[in-house]
């Protein structure tokens, strides 16, 4: 019988991995991440955090930039990180880049009464895209309104089926400290789950859908959005599953250190790298994916080790 999670014993999470499996990833060094690499899965480093962020933005340009009359291609893009939004802006109006054949999907969205927040929600992350990016893209180069997606609770299968009618190049993303990518977070552990989670291939099986959120990634939204205050956070979101990940191309992780920590990072990593899925760890899952890479900004790995203040 698996572990009892140490974090919220009615959830799934990395807590109830077998203990070998956290130690060996707890006690690499910033060289062994380095050798993580293998076939399908790249771990890339930066040593600066301008080198990291424009990277990340050049991922929109180099999607954006295959976008034909024939062919619309574009990415799926997170918030958090956000850093890198008003870079893609101002590359695209120095370049002249038209976005008339480029999309756009942001990958989630919190949902409040079973419906997602409006576009004026402060937590909005549609508005956070909008203000951050699009908005600020020159009209003569503007992305069709039409072609940029957002995840809707009444339009789910209309959000679902744009990945298989337009190019999806990239998947971008970040790690939540419940090792998520979008809100694709652990399972409770109740019902036909309560014993052991959802196996690599159940969880495969899910689309966009909403979700109910772990306990852990309320108290990181909290931290990072609201100041600390959990009780501002939507205990549920629409998010993009497996199946549309599965759709993209190439899925790039941006793992700046402050999202997640380094223990996190080095988990992650190690499981895909050794191609170990649990879905208690979500985001070891893209083991599975045939082309995943992790890009970590150096500083920003820190150490696993003991250290009192």
């Known amino acids: 019988m698996r572990r009892i999670s140490k974090i919220a014993p009615q959830w799934w999470d990395y807590t109830t991995l077998d203990e070998e499996i956290l130690r060996d990833a707890a006690k690499l060094t910033v060289k062994d991440v380095e050798q993580l690499s ?20 050049l991922e929109y340009i180099h999607a954006w930039k295959q976008a034909t009359d024939s062919e619309p291609a574009g990415i799926v893009g997170p918030i958090g990180p956000t850093e890198q939004l008003p870079l893609v802006a101002q ?16 990958m989630d969205e919190w949902v409040i009464d079973g419906k997602e927040v409006s576009i004026e929600h402060p937590l909005s992350f549609a508005k956070a895209d ?13 992305m069709p309104e039409e072609n940029i997606h957002f995840p809707s609770v009444d339009k789910i299968e209309e959000y679902s089926k744009s990945y298989d009618e337009i190019r999806v190049v990239l998947m971008q993303g970040g790690q939540g400290e419940v090792k998520h990518w979008a809100f694709n977070d652990p399972f409770k ?40 205050v959990v009780s501002d956070i939507p205990t549920q979101a629409i998010t993009v599953g497996p199946v549309e990940t599965w759709k993209a191309e190439k899925v790039s992780i941006w793992h700046y250190g402050n999202h997640d920590n380094p223990f996190g990072i080095r988990l992650t990593a190690f499981m895909i790298s050794k191609k ?26 820190g150490e696993v080790a003991v250290e009192m203040h």
């Open 130 to 142: 909008m203000d951050l990016c699009f908005n600020r893209i020159d009209r003569k180069y503007a």
């Open 38 to 57: 293998r076939p399908g899965f790249t771990v890339k480093f930066y040593d600066t955090r301008e080198s990291f962020y424009l990277a990340e933005a």
């Open 276 to 301: 170990i899925p649990d879905s208690s760890v979500p985001m070891s899952l893209l083991a599975l994916h045939p082309n995943v890479q992790f890009n970590i900004y150096r500083p920003g790995l």
């Open 189 to 228: 552990r109740e019902g036909k789950y309560k014993d052991n989670p959802p196996t690599p291939e159940e969880y495969l099986k899910l689309k966009t859908r909403v979700v109910d959120l772990h306990p852990m990634t309320l108290i990181q939204n909290a931290r990072t959005s609201a100041g600390g």
């Open 91 to 106: 590359i695209v109006n120095e370049i002249g880049l038209n976005l008339k054949n480029a999309h756009f999907w942001g």
